[in-house]
């Protein structure tokens, strides 16, 4: 058993030297610990150069807790992206601080992922609230003009990308101690730039193949920017990475 747990610890830090991160500690009901049979969550604090400070708290062997980002390493001003997670590592809640204060859309979703109210903020001053299935009913009615619209698309294709994303998956060695199969989902920016920017995760496992599927997104290359109305424009896009060890 000691020696799992070991190897547990071996292969996080790995990971956290291969990435931007600067810091990570287990804790259990009485703080920070170093035997992981008492820990309860793993708390992992990564750089983005001078721009973020980001502080992700796991479930010690599964998926994301929460994703708080700061604009400074005392982390005391929230300032960027904020999410809290299902046991099941689908996003809950999700939305931006601007220094400290909420500001823009704010999304609260169901066990099945789908949004159900939406609350927009402007610098913590809340001003409307939106029912998404009303939203949805209203959509139906309204006919969209598709005319010089393009969706943003892999330099390669479709399939180049999926191929690429199978072709390069380095299962990691704690995920595998592990055996923590599943589907991890990343949502991401191309920009008009065709660049992938603001890769984050959207359904988590653990963190270790949470990492990994960062880094390969991020990593693909470049995309062709998605246009409308004959102009190019920032896409959103979602992409799952399946593993399993059955």
Request: a positive charge.
């Given at each position: 058993m000691k020696k799992y747990f070991l190897i547990l610890f071996l292969s996080l830090s790995h990971v956290v030297f291969a990435q931007q991160i600067i810091n990570a500690v287990l804790v259990g009901d009485k703080g920070i610990t170093e035997d992981v049979k008492k820990a309860k969550s793993l708390i992992v604090v990564k750089s983005y150069g001078d721009t973020a400070i980001q502080r992700l708290e796991y479930n010690v062997t599964?998926?994301?807790?929460?994703?708080?980002?700061?604009?400074?390493?005392?982390?005391?001003?929230?300032?960027?992206?904020?999410?809290?997670?299902?046991?099941?590592?689908?996003t809950s809640t999700q939305g931006n601080y601007v220094d400290n204060r909420k500001d823009g859309k704010w999304y609260v979703y169901n066990e099945k992922a789908k949004a159900v109210t939406e609350y927009n903020y402007h610098l913590d001053t809340l001003l409307s609230v939106l029912n998404w299935d009303s939203l949805e009913l209203a959509k139906k009615k309204i006919i969209t003009d598709t005319t010089g619209e393009q969706e943003a698309s892999y330099k390669d294709g479709e399939k180049k990308f999926q191929e690429y994303i199978y072709a390069n998956l380095k299962i990691p060695d704690r995920t595998q101690a592990l055996e923590a199969g599943g589907t991890v989902k990343v949502r991401f920016m191309i920009n008009t730039s065709g660049k992938v920017v603001n890769v984050y995760i959207w359904r988590s496992v653990e963190f270790a193949f949470d990492e990994e599927v960062i880094r390969l997104v991020s990593s693909a290359g470049d995309w062709i920017p998605a246009v409308q109305r004959g102009r190019k424009v920032n896409a959103y896009r979602e992409q799952p990475v399946s593993i399993s060890f059955r």
């Open positions: 599964g998926p994301l807790k929460s994703r708080l980002t700061y604009r400074d390493r005392t982390m005391e001003v929230l300032h960027g992206n904020y999410a809290t997670f299902f046991k099941t590592g689908i």
